[in-house]
C-alpha cells in the first residue's frame, strides 16, 4: 500500500516548490530602501530583542515620515528566528535571495549570529551585528559586517577596570553559566583577568536554572572573594546570586554584565537592598550626570518614544537606543554613500564616523567595531529609573 | 497483490526524482535550494529514524544527539584537521553508528516510556558536553564547518551530494522495509510478543535498526554542519529533536514518502507563512495533536485513502462457469464404482 | 555541605511529587503523561500571576492554582487520553501527551513571558539560610502529600476504587465501576497535586515557562529507579536523584550536572530495571 502512495511524490514536491517559488516574487515598485531585521522576538532571550524592535521600528516610522532616504522610503522586513541558529540561517538567506535586502540587521543574539553572519557576508549585503561575542567581526572575513554594539572585550574591560582598580578588589569570584554564551564569556573575563596577573579565586559554571546558588557563593565566600563577578545573561541565574549573597548577609560587590541591572532582576530579588552594592557595564549615552540628566540625545528620544511605550519605560534604555541607531546608521550610511550599492555603504561606513543616540561609532576599514571604548561607563544598578542608571561611586 | 509489480507506479516516481536532479537548474534563488538542501539533509536522519519509529516502534525523542555527534565530528576533523570531507562524511557515519550502538545496547532492552526518556536524556547530555568539552567542541562559540571541495561547494553542488545521499539512504530504507526484515520490523512494533514467538530476534532486530539510523543521523549531522557552515551547541535543541519525531508521526507511520513529505512541509511551512514561525513549536504540537486524534496512521495515509476513494475501483471478473466435461467425466467415474 | 543536602532534598522533593502525580496517573491509566512537568509550571506560574499580579491572599492563590491544574488535568484527560487509549496498545498516548505538553508549554511562553518572574513569599519568615521555607516548604509538602496519598488509597472508597482499578481494569469495570470517571478524577487529582507541587516550589524555580520538560524527565527518572507505581519509590528516588545532583553540582561545577545525576541513574536503572521497590511484572503476554 505505501507504494502506490509513492506515485504522487513528485506532484507534492513540485508544488511545494511552486508555492515557495511565487511567495518569493519580489515586488520592485517603488524601490524603497529594504532593511532586513533578524530579530528573536519570541523564544528564549526575547525580552532584548523586544525592546529593540521598539527603537527599530520607532525609527523607520520616524525616518518614514520625514519622507525617507534619498527619497526613497525605508521598508522593514521582520523576520522572527526565535534564537533558533537553524532558523536564522533560513532567514538570512531568505532575506538575502528572496527579500534581495539592502542592508540586514542581526541576529540579535550571540549564538546565532555566529553561523549567520558568514552566510550574509557570502551573499555580500551590508550587515549591522548587534551581538557582543567577539568573534562576530572580522574586518577581513565579513568585510561587510560593521558592529553596532560594543564587544565583549568592552564590557568585560570596563567592569573589570572598576573591580580592580576603583573597587581595589583582588580576589575575584568569577561566576557564568552553562550556555554557549556564559561560558565563552566567562572564559574570556578569565583569560583578562589573567592578564591583569590575578588568577580567580573562585570560578565556577552554573546551570542557569539551578534552583539554589547558596552553596556556590558559600563558595566563593570561603575561598576569600572579595568581589562577585557574573558572566551571565541568564535573568534567573543573576537573581539568585544576588539572593544568596543577600540571605547570607555577605556585603562583597558584584560587577558584571548589564543584564543584573535589568528591571527584570529587581523584580525577582527577595528584598529591594539586595541590589545594592550591584554595578554593571553600561553606557554613557544611558548614565544620569551630576545633575540627574541624561546626554541630550537621549532624553530627546525617551520624550519621543515614550507615548509608544505606554508612557512608562519599565527595560534597558539603551536597547531601544540601539535599535533606533541601527536603522539611521543605515539612513546615514545610504546617505553619504548616495546609493544603496553595497560597495558604496561599505565604504561610506568605513570612511565616515556617526554620531548616535547609544554611542558615537566610528569604523575603518580594517576595525568594524565601531562602538568606542570611551562610551561604556559603570553603572548603579539599583539606580534604575527609566531606563537609565547612575554612574558607580567613583567611576569615571 | 497485483498492485506491487515493481514497475507500477515506476514513471511518475522517475519523473519525481528528475524533478529533484533538475531542481537547480530551474530555481535560481539560493534561498529556496538551502532550504532543498536543509531538507534534504534533515531527511536523511528522518529516513533512518523512520525505520526505528515508524517501523519498529521505538520512539526515539533524542536523535538531535545523534545529530550533534554528527556535526562536530565533521567540523572538527574536516574543519580542524583538515581531512577530506567526503571520507569524513563517512566517518561521521561510522562514528554515529557505534554512538547508537552504545545507547541502544542498555536503552532499547527498556521498555517504551524508558527508552523515549533514555533518549531524551541522551539528548540532553550531549548538548551539554559540547558546551563543557571547550579544547573540543569550541564551548559556546562553536566551530566552523568547512564547505566540500570543488563544485560539491557550490550550492547546486552541495544540493546535489545531498540528493545523492539522500537517494541513496531512501533506496536503503526502502530495499529494508520491503523484505523480510521490514516485515519483522512491522511485527515488532505492532506485538513484539507475537514476533518473538515466531522466531523474529526482537532485540537484534531493534539493535541493528537503532544503529542503523545512527549511522543516517551520523551522515545528517556532516551534511547539515557544511551546509550551516557553522555549528554552535545552541542549533542541537531538543525541539529539533521533536520536529524530527513529528515528522515521521504527522506523515505516517509505516511510510516511507508520509515522513518525507511531512520532514519537507515542516521545514518550508514555517519559513513561507510568517504567522506560523511566530507560533513555532507551539504548531507542531498542534499538528501532533490532530494527527494521533484523528488519523492516527499519519496524514499519508489519509491521502492515500482519499486517492483510493477517487480512483475507480478495479472490478476484477472471475466468471464462474462450470468444467461440465470433468464434471461428467468424475460423475462417470462414480457411477462405475 | 548542609546547604547542599537540603537544596538536593528540596530539588528532590519536587522531583518526588512530580513521581507520586505520575503514579495516580498511571495506577488509573497505565499511561505516564508528557504534561507531568508542566503541571507544576502551571502551579508556579498562576500562583505567581494570581498571589504576585491579582494580588489575591494565599487561601484565594493556593486553590485557584490548584485549580488551574486539576482543569489540565481533566483537559489532558480529555483531550490526550480518552480518545487515544481505548485504540490498542500503540502507545499513542505518549504522542497525545506529548503534543499536549509541547502546547501548554509554548502557550505559557508566548503569554507570559520567556524571562523567569518572582514567585512571591509564603509564609511570613525572615530569610534564614538553610532552614527557609524555600526548602522546607517542598520537603513537608511531599511528606504530606504521600501520606495522604496512602490513607486515600487504604480508607476511602474513591481509593480502593483506584486501587482495583490499577490492579485490574477490566475485573473493576466487570464489578461496575465507571473506568472513564475514576480515570477522569485520577487526572483531576494529579492536576491539583502537581499544580500545588509547582505552587510549593516557587520560591526555587520561579515562575518560569520551561522548567515543565526538565520536570518530566528528572519526576520519571526519579519514579523510575524508586519503581514504577510505588510512591516509597517515588519518595527515594527523588530524594536520590536531587541531593545525587545537587552533589555533582558541588564537586564538578554545573557543567556535567545533568550528565552525572542521570548517567547514574541510567545505571541503576539497568541494573534493577523494575526499580528499588518496584516488581517485576513477568506478564508480556
Not at chain 1, 516548490?17 to 532571550?45: C, R, V
Request: glycine letters at 12%; hydrophobic letters at 50%; aromatic letters at 10%.
Amino acid at each position: 500500500m505505501a507504494k502506490r502512495f509513492f506515485g504522487i511524490s513528485p506532484l507534492v514536491c513540485l508544488t511545494t516548490l511552486a508555492a515557495g517559488l511565487l511567495a518569493g516574487a519580489p515586488a520592485q515598485a517603488q524601490q524603497p530602501i529594504k532593511i532586513g531585521w533578524l530579530s528573536s522576538l519570541t523564544g528564549p532571550l526575547s525580552s532584548a530583542a523586544i525592546a529593540e524592535n521598539q527603537g527599530v521600528q520607532f525609527a523607520v516610522e520616524e525616518i518614514n515620515k520625514a519622507g525617507g532616504v534619498l527619497g526613497r522610503k525605508i521598508e522593514l522586513i521582520t523576520r522572527d528566528t526565535a534564537s533558533d541558529p537553524t532558523k536564522s540561517v533560513n532567514f538570512a538567506q531568505q532575506l538575502a535571495f528572496s527579500e534581495k535586502v539592502d542592508f540586514i540587521i542581526g541576529p540579535v543574539n550571540s549564538g546565532e549570529a555566529l553561523p549567520a553572519i558568514p552566510v550574509i557576508a557570502r551573499a555580500g549585503i551590508p550587515n549591522l551585528i548587534i551581538g557582543t561575542l567577539d568573534e562576530l567581526t572580522d574586518a577581513q572575513k565579513y568585510p561587510r559586517a560593521f558592529r553596532v554594539i560594543n564587544t565583549n572585550t568592552q564590557w568585560i574591560t570596563g567592569a573589570q577596570g572598576y573591580a580592580l582598580d576603583v573597587l581595589k578588589r583582588r580576589k575575584v569570584a568569577l561566576f557564568g553559566d552553562t550556555t554557549g554564551y556564559g561560558t565563552a564569556t566567562q572564559r574570556q573575563a578569565a583569560s583578562f583577568l589573567e592578564k591583569a596577573g590575578i588568577k580567580p579565586a573562585y570560578q565556577v559554571l552554573l546551570d542557569p536554572n539551578k534552583a539554589d546558588l547558596t552553596d556556590d557563593m558559600n563558595k566563593a565566600k570561603a575561598a576569600g572573594a572579595d568581589v562577585i563577578m557574573p558572566w551571565s545573561a541568564a535573568t534567573g541565574l543573576l537573581a539568585r546570586i544576588l539572593n544568596a549573597r543577600g540571605d547570607m548577609k555577605w556585603d562583597v560587590p558584584v560587577v558584571g554584565h548589564p543584564a543584573v541591572m535589568a528591571l527584570p532582576i529587581k523584580k525577582l530579588l527577595t528584598k529591594p537592598e539586595y541590589w545594592d552594592n550591584v554595578y554593571a557595564a553600561g553606557y554613557k549615552s544611558t548614565t544620569y550626570d551630576a545633575s540627574g540628566k541624561v546626554p541630550q540625545r537621549t532624553q530627546a528620544l525617551v520624550d519621543a518614544i515614550r507615548p509608544k511605550l505606554g508612557g512608562e519605560i519599565d527595560f534597558t534604555f539603551w536597547w531601544v537606543a540601539l535599535g533606533y541607531d541601527c536603522v539611521h546608521v543605515i539612513a546615514h550610511a545610504v546617505k553619504t554613500g548616495g546609493s544603496t550599492d553595497p560597495a558604496a555603504l561599505q565604504k561610506a561606513l568605513e570612511t565616515t564616523p556617526y554620531a548616535g543616540v547609544y554611542g558615537n561609532y566610528r569604523w575603518s576599514a580594517t576595525n568594524h567595531n565601531g562602538f568606542p571604548d570611551g562610551d561604556i561607563v559603570v553603572n548603579r544598578a539599583n539606580s534604575f529609573k527609566e531606563g537609565s542608571f547612575a554612574i558607580a561611586p567613583g567611576a569615571r | 497483490m497485483t498492485a506491487s509489480s515493481p514497475w507500477r507506479g515506476a514513471l511518475p516516481r522517475l519523473a519525481g526524482g528528475l524533478a529533484l536532479i533538475l531542481l537547480p537548474l530551474v530555481v535560481s534563488n539560493q534561498y529556496h535550494l538551502h532550504l532543498a538542501s536543509l531538507i534534504g539533509a534533515f531527511w536523511i536522519l528522518v529516513a533512518g529514524l523512520n525505520l526505528v519509529v515508524g517501523y519498529t516502534g521505538q520512539l526515539s525523542v533524542g536523535h538531535v544527539g545523534l545529530l550533534a555527534i554528527g556535526s562536530y565530528t565533521f567540523a572538527i576533523l574536516a574543519g580542524k584537521h583538515g581531512w577530506d570531507p567526503i571520507l569524513t562524511t563517512v566517518v561521521a557515519g561510522l562514528v554515529c553508528g557505534l554512538c547508537g550502538f552504545l545507547v541502544g545496547l542498555p536503552s532499547l532492552r527498556l521498555p517504551e516510556f524508558y527508552f523515549a526518556m533514555s533518549t531524551l536524556a541522551f539528548g540532553l547530555i550531549v548538548t551539554e558536553l559540547a558546551v563543557a568539552r571547550t579544547e573540543l567542541t569550541g564551548g559556546g562559540v562553536g566551530l566552523p564547518a568547512p564547505f566540500f571541495p570543488g563544485p560539491l561547494g557550490t550550492p547546486s553542488g552541495f544540493y546535489w551530494l545531498i540528493l545523492a545521499a539522500a537517494g541513496l539512504v531512501t533506496w536503503l530504507t526502502w530495499n529494508v522495509t520491503r523484505f523480510m526484515w521490514g516485515r519483522s520490523l512491522v511485527a515488532i512494533r505492532d506485538s513484539p510478543v507475537a514476533a518473538a514467538s515466531v522466531g523474529v530476534p526482537v532485540f537484534r532486530a531493534k539493535l541493528t535498526v537503532f544503529v542503523f539510523s545512527g549511522v543516517t543521523a551520523g551522515v545528517a549531522g556532516a551534511l547539515f554542519s557544511s551546509l550551516q557552515s557553522y555549528i554552535t551547541p545552541d542549533t542541537f535543541h531538543f525541539e529539533l529533536s521533536l520536529f524530527f519525531f513529528v515528522s515521521i508521526i504527522i506523515g505516517g507511520r509505516g511510510s516511507i514518502l508520509g515522513p518525507f513529505v511531512g520532514t519537507a512541509v515542516l521545514t518550508a511551512l514555517p519559513e513561507l507563512v510568517a504567522p506560523l514561525a511566530k507560533l513555532g513549536t507551539f504548531f507542531y504540537g498542534l499538528l501532533l495533536l490532530l494527527v494521533v486524534l484523528l488519523v492516527p496512521e499519519g496524514v499519508g495515509r489519509l491521502v492515500q485513502r482519499v486517492i483510493a476513494a477517487l480512483r475507480p475501483p478495479v472490478v476484477e471478473h472471475h466468471a464462474i462457469r462450470p468444467d461440465l466435461d470433468r464434471l461428467r467425466a468424475a460423475l462417470r467415474a462414480g457411477a462405475r464404482r | 555541605m548542609l546547604i547542599v543536602l537540603v537544596t538536593g532534598l528540596a530539588i528532590g522533593s519536587l522531583y518526588a511529587m512530580m513521581g507520586l502525580v505520575y503514579n495516580v496517573m498511571y495506577s488509573t491509566s497505565k499511561v505516564l503523561s508528557m504534561t507531568t512537568g508542566h503541571l507544576a509550571m502551571l502551579g508556579a506560574v498562576f500562583g505567581a500571576w494570581f498571589m504576585g499580579g491579582l494580588g489575591w491572599p494565599i487561601w484565594l492563590g493556593l486553590p485557584a492554582a490548584a485549580a488551574v491544574g486539576a482543569a489540565f488535568g481533566l483537559l489532558t484527560d480529555v483531550v490526550a487520553i480518552r480518545r487515544v487509549i481505548t485504540r490498542s496498545n500503540e502507545h499513542l498516548w505518549l504522542l497525545s501527551t506529548l503534543a499536549v505538553a509541547t502546547m501548554v508549554q509554548q502557550a505559557v511562553g508566548l503569554w507570559w513571558g520567556t524571562e523567569p518572574r518572582p514567585f512571591p513569599r509564603l509564609v511570613p519568615q525572615d530569610p534564614a539560610g538553610a532552614l527557609d521555607q524555600k526548602y522546607w516548604l517542598p520537603i513537608v509538602l511531599v511528606l504530606l502529600m504521600a501520606a495522604g496519598l496512602g490513607l486515600f488509597y487504604r480508607k476511602t472508597m474513591f481509593g480502593k476504587v483506584f486501587v482495583a482499578m490499577s490492579e485490574d481494569a477490566f475485573a473493576a469495570r466487570a464489578r461496575g465501576i465507571a473506568t472513564n470517571r475514576v480515570r477522569a478524577m485520577s487526572y483531576v487529582i494529579s492536576g491539583a497535586l502537581g499544580a500545588v507541587a509547582g505552587f510549593a516550589t516557587g520560591q526555587l524555580t520561579y515562575a518560569f515557562f520551561a522548567v515543565g520538560t526538565l520536570l518530566t524527565l528528572n519526576g520519571f527518572v526519579a519514579l523510575a529507579v524508586g519503581g514504577l507505581g510505588s510512591n516509597m519509590g517515588a519518595l527515594v528516588g527523588g530524594w536520590a536523584l536531587g541531593i545525587i545532583s545537587m552533589v555533582a553540582s558541588h564537586y564538578f561545577g554545573g557543567e556535567y550536572q545533568q550528565t552525572i545525576a542521570i548517567g547514574l541513574l541510567m545505571l541503576a536503572l539497568l541494573v534493577r530495571p523494575q526499580g528499588i521497590f518496584g516488581t517485576r511484572q513477568v506478564r508480556a503476554v
